[in-house]
C-alpha cells in the first residue's frame, strides 16, 4: 500500500469540526464511532438520524417540523425533513456585522470589500423592490453576471422572497443564453454592462437587447455598472435600488422542497437540462460538505475560481452559511500571468483555494512554483473538481505549492449540487485520490448488470439510497419522465450518476472520466484519464482528448494532442507518446492513430468534450455548440485523412 503525500497532524484531527461532529453523533447515539468508515457507514444505515443531526450542527435556521425526518425513502420520491419550513438567504445572512462577506477582484485589479452588515443592507434594498414589483414565491430571477458582488446580492434577495435564482455567465452567446432562460421564463433579469476577460473589454449592451426580446417573459431588466460603459437600453439601475435605505430584509420561510436554484446542464449532448434544486436539499448538503468535510468556519476566508453558469458558484455562494468571507475573481486566471491566482490567494490571505484540475495541471506546466514565489502562509486547503486531478498534480500540489496544505480532490456534479466524493481534514491525503465517501451517501461501483463490484475495480457511480439534494425535478417535465430517465433507467431504483471510478483500499475513490465517454477497443472498457495521465507528462504535450472511433466492426482509441506552441508531432514523439501510453496504462490503451490539434473544444466551466468530438469524427452534427467556450476548435476534428485509413 502506497505511502500518503500529506497526514493531518494530531491538532488539526483534534481541532476539526468533522471530530466534533463524531463526538456528538457518539454521545447521541452510544455508539462507538472510531473511525470515519464507522461514520460514513452511520450516515448512511442511519440517514434520518444523520440528516437530523446535520441540521443541528450546521446551525441551520428554520424549524425543522416533525419526525420521521426522512419519508417515502425512495428514488426518486424520497422527501426529507417533510414539516421544516425555512429560507436559504436568511441561512446566508446570518452575520450582520462590519467584518467583511464579499472581497471581490477583477482581473483589471480592481477591489471592492462588502461587510456582512453593508450586504445585508443591500439584499434588503433590492428585496423590498422586488416585492414592490410584485415578486412572489416561485417567480423565476435570472441573471447574465460575472462572478462579483451584484451576483451574490441580486441572489440573495431573490431566494429571501422565495423566488427561484438562475444565473449565466456573460460570456454565453446570445442562442446559449436563450436555450437555458427562455424554457424558465424569467420576470426580472439582472445584468452587467460588460465584462474583461484576457486584457479585453467585451460589452454586453447589445446582447442583453437580443436576448431581452427573446424572453418575453422578462418585465424588468436591472443592470449594473461594471466595465464603466454602461449603455444597457431601458433598464432599471442596480445601483439606484440598493441605495435606498430599506427595512431589514424580510425572509419567506417555505417548505424543504421549495425550489431554490434552476441549474443547466453543460448541453453538450442536447438541449440543456433545467436541473431544479431545492433550498433545504441545497442547504443541508452543501453545508455538510463546508462545515465538516472543508472544516469552513467564521474565519475562514473561501476562494473559488468559477462563473456564473458553473454550479460551483452557488457551491462558493453557500459559503456565507458557515459565516466565512467569500472572495470573488472575475476574469481568465492568466491574465497577466500564471501568477495572478496566487497574487490573489497571498493578498487576500485565503485560507481554502477551490480551483479545478486543469488549472492545476496548466500552473504546473507553466513552471510557476507558487511556493516558492509567493507567502501561502494562510492557506490550509486547497480544492479541485472540474475534471480528473491527475497523479502528477497531486505531486505538484505538494512539491511546487505548499507541503503543508489539505489537497482536496472532491467530484459530484450540477445534478446533485454537491459531491459524492468529498475531502476530510482528518484523514491522509494518498496519490491520485479523492479521500473519501462524502457523508450521508449510499456510494457504490456497480457492473453492466448492476452488481456491486469489489474494492479495486472499475465500473459505473452509483448512489444506492436516497439523499436531500436530489433535484426536485427538471423543468418544464411534469410527469418525471425525462429525470427519471436521466437517473434512474439504467438501475431502477438507483441513482446513476455516469462517472467510471473505483472505490480504493484507502476508502477513497479514483475518477477514470465520464462513463459515456469510456473507450471500448476490444470490448475492454478504458476511462479516458487513463490516458491523459501518461501523455499529459511529457513536456512538449499541453493536453490531450481521445476518442473511440468506429472501425471494422470494432472501435479503435484515436487521440488528439495540443503541443506547445512552435512544436509539431514528430515520428520520434509519436513514438514516446505511445510508449508512455504501454508502459503507465497498458498496451489496450495505446491509440490506433494520433493527430496533432490547434485547440481542444471545452465546456464554458473547462470540462473538455470527448463526445461533441466523437460526434464530429463521425461525420456527425454535435448537439448545443452554444454551450462551448471555443466551438471553432471542432472543425480541425473534421476530415482528417489519418482517420480514414
Request: aromatic share 10%; net charge neutral.
Amino acid at each position: 500500500m502506497s505511502a500518503p503525500l500529506w497526514t493531518p497532524s494530531a491538532e488539526r484531527v483534534e481541532r476539526a469540526a468533522l471530530t466534533a461532529f463524531r463526538r456528538r453523533v457518539e454521545r447521541q447515539t452510544g455508539q462507538a464511532l472510531r473511525t470515519y468508515t464507522d461514520l460514513w457507514r452511520w450516515s448512511v444505515d442511519e440517514r434520518a438520524a444523520f440528516w437530523r443531526a446535520a441540521w443541528e450542527f450546521c446551525e441551520v435556521i428554520g424549524e425543522p417540523g416533525w419526525a420521521p425526518f426522512l419519508a417515502d425513502d425512495r428514488m426518486p420520491g424520497a422527501r426529507f425533513f417533510p414539516g421544516a419550513r425555512l429560507n436559504f438567504a436568511e441561512n446566508l445572512l446570518r452575520r450582520d456585522d462590519h467584518a467583511p462577506a464579499l472581497v471581490f477582484v477583477s482581473e483589471t485589479g480592481a477591489r471592492r470589500e462588502l461587510s456582512f452588515a453593508d450586504l445585508r443592507a443591500q439584499v434588503a434594498a433590492l428585496s423590498t423592490w422586488l416585492r414592490a414589483e410584485g415578486m412572489r414565491p416561485g417567480d423565476r430571477i435570472a441573471g447574465i453576471v460575472p462572478n462579483c458582488p451584484e451576483a451574490i446580492i441580486a441572489m440573495l434577495a431573490a431566494t429571501s422572497l422565495g423566488a427561484v435564482w438562475s444565473s449565466c455567465s456573460p460570456d454565453f452567446g446570445v442562442r446559449g443564453v436563450l436555450d437555458r432562460l427562455a424554457q424558465i421564463e424569467p420576470r426580472v433579469l439582472f445584468v452587467a454592462d460588460g465584462y474583461w476577460y484576457g486584457g479585453k473589454t467585451h460589452s454586453l449592451a447589445e446582447r442583453v437587447a437580443e436576448i431581452r426580446a427573446g424572453l418575453p417573459s422578462v418585465e424588468h431588466v436591472v443592470a449594473f455598472s461594471f466595465i464603466g460603459q454602461g449603455g444597457v437600453r431601458h433598464a432599471e439601475s442596480f445601483e439606484r435600488i440598493v441605495a435606498v435605505h430599506a427595512p431589514p430584509p424580510r425572509f419567506e420561510r417555505l417548505p424543504f422542497a421549495h425550489p431554490l436554484f434552476i441549474l443547466f446542464s453543460s448541453g453538450t449532448t442536447g438541449a440543456p437540462k433545467g436541473i431544479v434544486h431545492s433550498a433545504g436539499g441545497v442547504l443541508m448538503k452543501i453545508g455538510v460538505e463546508h462545515r465538516i468535510h472543508t472544516d469552513l468556519c467564521r474565519d475562514d476566508r473561501l476562494f473559488y475560481f468559477t462563473t456564473c453558469g458553473w454550479m460551483m458558484w452557488n457551491w462558493l455562494a453557500t459559503g456565507l452559511a458557515s459565516g466565512a468571507t467569500l472572495v470573488l475573481f472575475d476574469g481568465s486566471p492568466f491574465q497577466p500571468s500564471e501568477r495572478v491566482l496566487w497574487d490573489l490567494a497571498e493578498r487576500e490571505r485565503v485560507t481554502v483555494f477551490g480551483t479545478s484540475a486543469k488549472y492545476l495541471d496548466a500552473v504546473r506546466k507553466s513552471g510557476l512554483e507558487p511556493k516558492r514565489t509567493h507567502d501561502l502562509s494562510s492557506l490550509k486547503t486547497i480544492l479541485s473538481t472540474g475534471s480528473v486531478l491527475a497523479p502528477e498534480s497531486f505531486d505538484f500540489v505538494y512539491d511546487g505549492i505548499k507541503r503543508d496544505v489539505l489537497l482536496s480532490s472532491i467530484s459530484g456534479g450540477t445534478d446533485i449540487a454537491g459531491c459524492f466524493a468529498a475531502g476530510s481534514p482528518t484523514l491522509p491525503v494518498y496519490r491520485g485520490e479523492a479521500q473519501c465517501l462524502a457523508l450521508g451517501m449510499a456510494v457504490e461501483v456497480f457492473d453492466e448488470v448492476g452488481h456491486s463490484v469489489p474494492t479495486g475495480e472499475k465500473g459505473e457511480l452509483v448512489c444506492t439510497a436516497a439523499f436531500p439534494s436530489m433535484p426536485v425535478g427538471f423543468w418544464n417535465d411534469p410527469d418525471g419522465a425525462r429525470y427519471r430517465a436521466a437517473y434512474f433507467e439504467r438501475f431502477p431504483g438507483v441513482w446513476h450518476h455516469g462517472d467510471w471510478v473505483e472505490l480504493t483500499a484507502h476508502g477513497g475513490m479514483t475518477l477514470y472520466g465520464r462513463s459515456d465517454a469510456v473507450l471500448n477497443p476490444g470490448g475492454v472498457r478504458i476511462g479516458t484519464a487513463e490516458i491523459y495521465r501518461p501523455v499529459e507528462q511529457l513536456d512538449e504535450v499541453v493536453e490531450a482528448i481521445a476518442v473511440g472511433q468506429d472501425w471494422d466492426d470494432d472501435v479503435r482509441v484515436v487521440l488528439f494532442v495540443r503541443l506547445r506552441d512552435g512544436m509539431s508531432l514528430s515520428p520520434e514523439l509519436e513514438t514516446r507518446i505511445r510508449a508512455a501510453i504501454r508502459t503507465h496504462a497498458s498496451p489496450r490503451h495505446v491509440p490506433a492513430r494520433i493527430a496533432q490539434v490547434a485547440d481542444i473544444p471545452r465546456t464554458k466551466s473547462g470540462k473538455i468534450v470527448e463526445l461533441a468530438v466523437r460526434d464530429v469524427v463521425h461525420g456527425r452534427t454535435p448537439k448545443n455548440l452554444e454551450a462551448l467556450a471555443n466551438p471553432e476548435a471542432l472543425e480541425q476534428f473534421r476530415g482528417r485523412p489519418e482517420l480514414a485509413r
